[in-house]
Nanobody
Framework: QVQLVESGGGLVQPGGSLRLSCAASESAFSTHHAGWYRQAPGKQRELVAGIRSGGSTTYADSVKGRFTISRDNAKNTLYLQMNSLKPEDTAVYYC????????????????WGQGTQVTVSS
């Protein structure tokens, strides 16, 4: 499994923006589908946005129109641009990747990194 390290989280006011980055350990990332996930206290981890190796994307209804997932395969990096942030977006955000799209959608990969904390509060 490709190893990934998340960064870019922080404290932001409601309505603000953050850009998360996810650095992959190897060039095999370019052939993997990938996703951003989040887990809020007391809740299960959920898929926020996914991107296929070819570039097509999918989003959770709660973030459509506000978040944008993208990838730069030359840099082995996945991004999540988050705009119009809301307090309910507060969570630990994780990235992951897999050769199978169904596994990315279900979030059933074995290894997970430390994630990056996003807190939306005034």
């Amino acid at each position: 499994q490709v190893q990934l390290v998340e960064s870019g989280g922080g404290l932001v006011q409601p309505g603000g923006s953050l850009r998360l980055s996810c650095a992959a350990s190897e060039s095999a990332f370019s052939t993997h589908h990938a996703g951003w996930y989040r887990q809020a206290p007391g809740k299960q981890r959920e898929l926020v946005a996914g991107i296929r190796s070819g570039g097509s994307t999918t989003y959770a209804d709660s973030v459509k129109g506000r978040f944008t997932i993208s990838r730069d395969n030359a840099k082995n990096t996945l991004y999540l641009q988050m705009n119009s942030l809301k307090p309910e977006d507060t969570a630990v955000y994780y990235c992951n990747a897999d050769p199978r799209w169904d596994r990315v959608v279900a979030g059933i990969m074995y290894y997970w990194g430390q994630g990056t904390q996003v807190t939306v509060s005034s």
